[in-house]
Protein backbone atom coordinates (compact mmCIF):
# COMPACT_ATOMS: atom_id res chain seq x y z
CA UNK A 1 0.00 0.00 0.00
CA UNK A 2 1.61 3.92 -0.72
CA UNK A 3 2.93 5.44 2.10
CA UNK A 4 4.26 8.67 2.71
CA UNK A 5 7.91 8.04 4.03
CA UNK A 6 9.70 10.46 6.54
CA UNK A 7 13.64 10.74 7.18
CA UNK A 8 15.34 10.39 9.57
CA UNK A 9 12.73 9.16 12.23
CA UNK A 10 14.60 10.74 14.73
CA UNK A 11 17.43 13.93 14.59
CA UNK A 12 19.05 15.87 17.39
CA UNK A 13 20.30 18.94 16.34
CA UNK A 14 22.21 21.70 18.69
CA UNK A 15 20.25 24.91 19.09
CA UNK A 16 21.12 27.54 16.26
CA UNK A 17 21.51 24.62 13.75
CA UNK A 18 19.88 24.32 10.52
CA UNK A 19 17.80 21.10 9.81
CA UNK A 20 16.15 19.94 6.54
CA UNK A 21 13.31 16.96 7.54
CA UNK A 22 13.06 14.95 4.42
CA UNK A 23 9.78 13.57 3.15
CA UNK A 24 8.53 11.58 -0.01
CA UNK A 25 5.03 11.96 -0.24
CA UNK A 26 2.98 9.33 -2.24
CA UNK A 27 3.74 9.13 -5.47
CA UNK A 28 0.25 10.51 -7.76
CA UNK A 29 -0.12 12.67 -5.24
CA UNK A 30 0.02 16.57 -5.81
CA UNK A 31 -0.66 18.36 -2.50
CA UNK A 32 2.06 18.34 0.23
CA UNK A 33 1.66 19.73 3.69
CA UNK A 34 3.70 19.58 7.49
CA UNK A 35 2.17 19.47 10.41
CA UNK A 36 3.78 19.41 14.04
CA UNK A 37 2.79 18.10 17.82
CA UNK A 38 4.83 19.21 20.73
CA UNK A 39 4.87 16.64 23.05
CA UNK A 40 1.26 16.61 25.00
CA UNK A 41 -0.04 19.21 22.77
CA UNK A 42 -2.28 19.16 19.67
CA UNK A 43 -0.72 18.11 16.09
CA UNK A 44 -0.97 21.76 14.63
CA UNK A 45 -0.67 22.56 10.73
CA UNK A 46 2.20 24.35 9.59
CA UNK A 47 1.82 24.47 5.97
CA UNK A 48 0.41 23.21 2.19
CA UNK A 49 2.65 23.67 -0.81
CA UNK A 50 1.16 22.96 -4.19
CA UNK A 51 2.69 23.45 -7.46
CA UNK A 52 5.97 24.30 -6.19
CA UNK A 53 4.72 27.35 -3.95
CA UNK A 54 3.01 27.87 -1.04
CA UNK A 55 -0.66 27.86 -0.34
CA UNK A 56 -1.07 28.69 2.64
CA UNK A 57 0.72 28.55 6.37
CA UNK A 58 0.01 29.06 9.85
CA UNK A 59 1.49 31.65 12.05
CA UNK A 60 4.12 29.34 13.61
CA UNK A 61 5.08 28.77 10.17
CA UNK A 62 7.29 31.64 10.15
CA UNK A 63 10.71 33.00 8.09
CA UNK A 64 13.07 30.39 10.34
CA UNK A 65 11.05 27.85 7.70
CA UNK A 66 11.04 26.74 4.51
CA UNK A 67 9.85 24.01 1.96
CA UNK A 68 10.86 22.69 -1.25
CA UNK A 69 9.86 19.87 -3.32
CA UNK A 70 13.64 19.56 -5.08
CA UNK A 71 12.94 17.09 -7.20
CA UNK A 72 10.00 14.97 -8.41
CA UNK A 73 9.67 12.77 -5.18
CA UNK A 74 11.11 14.54 -2.03
CA UNK A 75 9.41 17.10 -0.32
CA UNK A 76 11.59 19.24 2.48
CA UNK A 77 11.10 21.57 5.61
CA UNK A 78 14.03 23.33 6.52
CA UNK A 79 14.07 25.36 9.54
CA UNK A 80 16.97 27.68 9.36
CA UNK A 81 18.00 28.70 12.79
CA UNK A 82 16.76 26.12 15.41
CA UNK A 83 15.07 26.97 18.86
CA UNK A 84 14.33 25.06 21.97
CA UNK A 85 11.02 25.17 21.48
CA UNK A 86 11.06 23.62 17.71
CA UNK A 87 11.62 20.88 19.63
CA UNK A 88 8.86 18.76 18.32
CA UNK A 89 7.65 15.60 15.83
CA UNK A 90 7.09 16.39 12.77
CA UNK A 91 4.55 15.40 10.17
CA UNK A 92 4.47 15.19 6.22
CA UNK A 93 1.32 14.57 4.64
CA UNK A 94 0.14 14.40 1.32
CA UNK A 95 -3.61 14.21 -1.19
CA UNK A 96 -4.41 13.64 -4.29
CA UNK A 97 -6.03 17.02 -4.29
CA UNK A 98 -7.06 19.33 -1.85
CA UNK A 99 -11.50 19.31 -2.98
CA UNK A 100 -14.16 18.05 -1.28
CA UNK A 101 -14.91 14.57 -2.95
CA UNK A 102 -14.01 11.36 -2.30
CA UNK A 103 -10.35 10.08 -2.32
CA UNK A 104 -9.19 13.36 -1.20
CA UNK A 105 -8.23 12.57 2.11
CA UNK A 106 -4.28 13.43 3.69
CA UNK A 107 -1.94 10.58 4.37
CA UNK A 108 0.40 11.49 7.05
CA UNK A 109 4.13 10.34 7.59
CA UNK A 110 5.01 8.33 10.58
CA UNK A 111 6.70 11.68 11.19
CA UNK A 112 10.54 12.84 12.19
CA UNK A 113 10.99 13.70 16.00
CA UNK A 114 13.30 16.90 16.35
CA UNK A 115 14.77 16.98 18.99
CA UNK A 116 16.52 20.53 20.03
CA UNK A 117 19.30 20.58 22.32
CA UNK B 1 -11.55 29.26 13.87
CA UNK B 2 -11.70 25.27 13.33
CA UNK B 3 -11.73 23.55 16.91
CA UNK B 4 -11.81 20.04 17.93
CA UNK B 5 -12.38 18.91 21.23
CA UNK B 6 -12.05 15.58 22.90
CA UNK B 7 -11.60 14.04 26.12
CA UNK B 8 -8.18 13.12 27.42
CA UNK B 9 -8.06 9.58 28.69
CA UNK B 10 -10.35 6.55 28.61
CA UNK B 11 -9.43 3.08 30.27
CA UNK B 12 -11.62 -0.20 29.24
CA UNK B 13 -11.11 -3.73 30.20
CA UNK B 14 -10.48 -5.69 27.26
CA UNK B 15 -12.71 -7.65 25.64
CA UNK B 16 -15.42 -4.65 26.51
CA UNK B 17 -16.26 -2.04 23.50
CA UNK B 18 -14.94 1.62 23.82
CA UNK B 19 -16.34 4.75 22.78
CA UNK B 20 -14.27 8.18 21.97
CA UNK B 21 -16.27 10.96 21.39
CA UNK B 22 -15.28 13.99 20.12
CA UNK B 23 -17.18 17.64 19.54
CA UNK B 24 -16.12 19.96 16.10
CA UNK B 25 -17.01 23.19 15.40
CA UNK B 26 -16.61 23.51 11.57
CA UNK B 27 -20.09 22.91 9.99
CA UNK B 28 -18.43 23.09 6.69
CA UNK B 29 -16.32 19.76 7.20
CA UNK B 30 -16.47 17.27 4.76
CA UNK B 31 -14.68 14.41 6.37
CA UNK B 32 -13.97 13.89 9.99
CA UNK B 33 -11.00 11.65 10.08
CA UNK B 34 -10.27 8.87 13.25
CA UNK B 35 -6.15 8.80 13.86
CA UNK B 36 -4.59 5.98 15.61
CA UNK B 37 -1.04 7.28 17.66
CA UNK B 38 0.88 4.36 19.43
CA UNK B 39 3.37 5.15 21.13
CA UNK B 40 6.66 6.91 19.73
CA UNK B 41 4.98 6.45 16.65
CA UNK B 42 3.26 8.51 13.65
CA UNK B 43 0.08 8.90 12.45
CA UNK B 44 -1.65 6.10 11.44
CA UNK B 45 -5.35 7.00 9.38
CA UNK B 46 -7.67 4.35 11.27
CA UNK B 47 -11.06 5.39 9.45
CA UNK B 48 -12.63 8.30 8.22
CA UNK B 49 -16.68 9.45 7.33
CA UNK B 50 -17.50 12.12 4.81
CA UNK B 51 -20.31 14.48 6.20
CA UNK B 52 -23.25 13.30 4.35
CA UNK B 53 -23.17 9.70 6.39
CA UNK B 54 -23.92 9.34 9.71
CA UNK B 55 -22.55 5.87 9.84
CA UNK B 56 -19.61 3.85 8.73
CA UNK B 57 -18.66 0.36 9.70
CA UNK B 58 -15.36 -1.07 9.09
CA UNK B 59 -14.99 -4.41 10.79
CA UNK B 60 -14.70 -3.52 14.93
CA UNK B 61 -14.67 0.14 13.87
CA UNK B 62 -18.14 2.04 14.14
CA UNK B 63 -18.31 5.60 13.66
CA UNK B 64 -20.81 7.79 14.42
CA UNK B 65 -21.03 11.93 13.28
CA UNK B 66 -24.48 14.02 14.57
CA UNK B 67 -23.76 16.74 11.98
CA UNK B 68 -26.35 18.74 13.62
CA UNK B 69 -24.60 18.99 17.00
CA UNK B 70 -20.94 18.32 15.33
CA UNK B 71 -20.23 15.16 17.59
CA UNK B 72 -18.35 12.16 15.74
CA UNK B 73 -17.57 9.43 17.95
CA UNK B 74 -15.43 6.08 17.15
CA UNK B 75 -16.64 2.67 18.76
CA UNK B 76 -14.27 -0.07 18.86
CA UNK B 77 -15.69 -3.40 19.65
CA UNK B 78 -14.07 -6.13 21.64
CA UNK B 79 -11.41 -4.03 22.62
CA UNK B 80 -7.91 -5.35 22.69
CA UNK B 81 -4.47 -4.63 24.39
CA UNK B 82 -3.23 -3.72 20.96
CA UNK B 83 -5.76 -0.78 20.40
CA UNK B 84 -3.87 1.18 23.47
CA UNK B 85 -2.94 4.38 21.56
CA UNK B 86 -3.69 8.09 21.48
CA UNK B 87 -6.87 8.26 19.42
CA UNK B 88 -7.22 11.76 17.61
CA UNK B 89 -10.03 12.92 16.02
CA UNK B 90 -9.76 15.65 13.01
CA UNK B 91 -11.64 17.75 10.57
CA UNK B 92 -10.84 18.84 7.64
CA UNK B 93 -11.68 22.60 6.21
CA UNK B 94 -10.55 24.02 3.18
CA UNK B 95 -9.18 27.40 3.08
CA UNK B 96 -8.64 29.42 0.28
CA UNK B 97 -9.50 26.08 -1.55
CA UNK B 98 -6.84 24.61 0.36
CA UNK B 99 -7.25 21.50 2.66
CA UNK B 100 -6.31 21.95 6.55
CA UNK B 101 -6.61 18.98 9.34
CA UNK B 102 -7.34 19.88 12.66
CA UNK B 103 -6.79 17.54 15.06
CA UNK B 104 -8.29 17.35 18.88
CA UNK B 105 -5.69 17.21 21.64
CA UNK B 106 -6.40 13.12 21.20
CA UNK B 107 -7.67 10.34 23.78
CA UNK B 108 -5.31 8.03 25.44
CA UNK B 109 -6.94 4.74 25.44
CA UNK B 110 -5.82 2.27 28.00
CA UNK B 111 -7.10 -1.42 27.90
CA UNK B 112 -6.97 -3.59 31.00
CA UNK B 113 -5.95 -7.07 30.49
Known amino acids: EPEVTQTPSHQVTQMGQEVILRCVPISNHLYFYWYRQILGQKVEFLVSFYNNEISEKSEIFDDQFSVERPDGSNFTLKIRSTKLEDSAMYFC???????????????FGQGTRLTVV | GEDVEQSLFLSVREGDSSVINCTYTDSSSTYLYWYKQEPGAGLQLLTYIFSNMDMKQDQRLTVLLNKKDKHLSLRIADTQTGDSAIYFCAETAYSGGYQKVTFGIGTKLQVIP
Open chain 1, 93 to 107: ASSTNPGQGSGTEAF
